[in-house]
């Protein structure tokens, strides 16, 4: 049960040109959060013998979130002073069964494993309300936005949301180990899974407008719980409620998924081994829906993946190694995505709606890593890597205007990434006899990466291009430092991140100079600290901070085209401090006697 509170700066810019910055809104959110987390494990084994073991796994968690935003400043696109209002709450839950088994047959050589699960999720959005309030900066009064003639559900109006989804899976597992010649042991791979998602969507958009405005005489400089009492909601001189619902506003969707793949371990020599193998997919995704103006939307995509893989590992000693890695994989657009249902974010400013002409990405990975294993706890490992993407999937702005742009989904023709990788984790004993560094151990991964991305023709005059993939950082840094006194039972762990900019959302052309410039999010250091204590056998002290350094998230577009982001000469589209987490726990340990 968590409560937050945050200071959110929110603006936005029109399209840069020579006549200078355009600023749209400029707001100032004060967002109160309330959470209820409730989460239920319970997990059953049965172990026949020692060959086989049947389980039964379940998963329960449901989250309750309410939130209040109150926004002020000014909105340059509609000409007021704000001081607007939203009231959320949203029910999540997801449920998750599985019954597994394993089986070894034979003297060990043979293995059969299965799987079979569902699951059920649902969203839950009961009254999602928001109402905009004009602000006379002479006076100090406030009054609130009533429409006439049809009802802008974003500015005055009520949502209500409802989302259900139901999954079904199935698994089967063949192992099988062959003694080939010189006593090499080949593995031989095989399996199938099966899994079937339905899920149904509806929205319902009503918003309040004047019922006639000449009769009109509610005093709208009173608050909102006596504005909308139910005995100023007529059709004479008070308000009427007026249905924006679209067509587009419910879908239906489905997406079944066959697969089976044959893999084989086989050594080639006494350093020389490779694993090869093929895994078809066969998907078929639906959705069905509408567009605003009833054209009927049927998204229907069938199709046969064949992703291929191979490993070849050449093993110098028993502790280093050579790999090379060859793989194809695939990435499909979630339901939401290819939905064309559009909605009014009203934390963000901005309307989201999906694209039904997206396709499935492919992506095609190569790995060229040296590994060293120290010891059996211990790794120093070098990699260089290159992807091949067809079709990625990215987020845009997508409008006529500089006032109208939205968030929507969209396929680039290709991108590439290519980077280099380094990490390990070590103890310290080795270095120094020192006591302190006898029980100090270091953990650190880096990547970084350099990607391009190769727009459609129909997107090459609309889009930015010469730019990095969407979401892709140029680097990811993680690295952390573990003091462990098992004696004392006494645990420190001193973790730190820091993820480089990257391209939140991918900004428009409109011509003859006029640019709207992609959404950069900006890179923030991270530290965690967490740390347990063994009282004694039963009882344990756990606790830590989160996020000790609290830096500011921060989105900026590059207002000034000099291609360097700094937020103090560039504009700033979101900024906040996402707060230090401190937590102080007891647990009770159940022992065997």
Do not use: C
């Not at 140029?474 to 690295?479: D, L, T, V």
């Not at 890179?523 to 344990?540: A, C, E, L, Y």
Request: aromatic share 12%; charged share 20%; glycine share 8%.
């Amino acid at each position: 049960n968590t409560y937050t509170y945050f200071q959110m700066v929110r603006r936005d810019f029109g399209q840069r040109s020579t006549q200078g910055e355009n600023r749209i809104f400029d707001f100032l959110d004060n967002q109160y959060t309330h959470n209820i987390r409730v989460g239920i494990m319970h997990n059953w084994a049965l172990r026949l013998n020692e060959n086989h073991t049947i389980e039964f796994k379940n998963l329960y968690n449901q989250i309750y979130t309410g939130q209040y935003v109150n926004r002020t400043g000014f909105d340059a696109n509609n000409g007021y002073n704000a001081n607007n209002h939203s009231f959320d709450q949203v029910y999540r839950g997801i449920y998750t069964g599985q019954l597994v088994g394993t089986h070894k047959l034979g003297s060990d050589k043979t293995k059969v494993d299965w799987v079979i699960g569902y699951n059920s999720s649902f969203r839950d959005q009961p009254d999602y309300r928001r109402y905009r309030s004009d602000v006379d900066l002479t006076t100090g009064s406030k009054s609130i936005y009533v429409p006439v003639g049809a009802a802008q559900a974003f500015f005055l109006g009520r949502t209500y949301l409802t989302l259900d989804e139901k999954g079904y899976t199935g698994s089967a597992n063949f192992t099988q180990k062959l003694t080939g010649k010189g006593d090499k042991e080949i593995e031989l791979k095989a399996g199938l899974f099966y899994e079937y998602k339905d899920r149904s969507f509806s929205a319902r958009n009503l918003g309040y407008v004047k019922a006639n405005s000449s009769l009109f005489d509610l005093d709208i400089t009173q608050s909102a719980l006596n504005l909308f009492a139910k005995g100023n909601i007529n059709s004479t001189n008070g308000l009427k409620i007026d249905e924006q619902t679209n067509a587009s506003d419910s879908y239906t969707a489905s997406n079944n998924l066959f697969a089976g793949y044959a893999q084989v371990n086989l050594p080639l020599s006494k350093k020389l081994n490779v694993i090869a193998g093929v895994r078809a997919e066969n998907n078929t995704q639906k959705l069905q829906s509408a567009l605003i103006d009833k054209t009927p939307v049927n998204y229907n995509r069938n199709i046969l993946s064949l992703l291929p893989s191979v490993n070849l590992t050449y093993n110098f000693t028993d502790r280093s190694l050579l790999r090379l890695a060859y793989g194809r994989t695939v990435n499909r657009p979630e339901f939401r995505e290819i939905a064309p249902f559009s909605f009014y974010d009203f934390v963000n400013n901005r309307v989201v709606s999906g694209n039904p002409q997206l396709s499935i990405a492919k992506v095609d990975n190569f790995d060229f890593r040296y590994e060293f294993y120290p010891t059996p706890s211990e790794i120093v490992s070098v990699a260089a890597f290159h992807k091949n993407f067809s079709d990625p999937i990215e987020v845009i702005f997508t409008g006529g205007a500089n006032t109208t742009l939205n968030i929507n989904f969209n396929n680039a023709k290709s991108a590439t990434s290519t980077g280099l990788e380094f990490e390990v984790r070590k103890n310290l004993a080795s270095i120094s006899p020192a006591k302190l560094l006898q029980k100090l151990s270091i953990n650190f991964n880096a990547a970084f990466i350099y990607s391009r991305v190769k727009l459609q023709d129909k997107d090459a005059d609309t889009q930015s291009d010469n730019r990095p993939l969407q979401g892709q950082s140029p680097y990811i840094i993680n690295g952390g430092l573990t003091y462990s006194n098992p004696k004392k039972d006494f645990q420190l762990n001193v973790l730190y991140n820091i993820i480089g900019k990257r391209i939140y959302a991918v900004g428009a052309v409109f011509g003859q100079g006029a640019i709207y410039p992609d959404w950069y999010e900006m890179p923030r250091n991270v530290i965690d600290i967490t740390f347990s204590k063994g009282i004694n056998q039963h009882f344990f002290i756990k606790g830590g901070i989160t996020d000790l350094l609290n830096q500011q998230n921060i989105i900026l577009q590059d207002g000034n085209a000099d291609g360097n982001y700094n937020k103090s000469s560039d504009q700033i589209i979101q900024s906040y401090s996402p707060g230090r987490q401190f937590s102080l726990g007891i647990t009770y340990k159940l022992l065997k006697k």
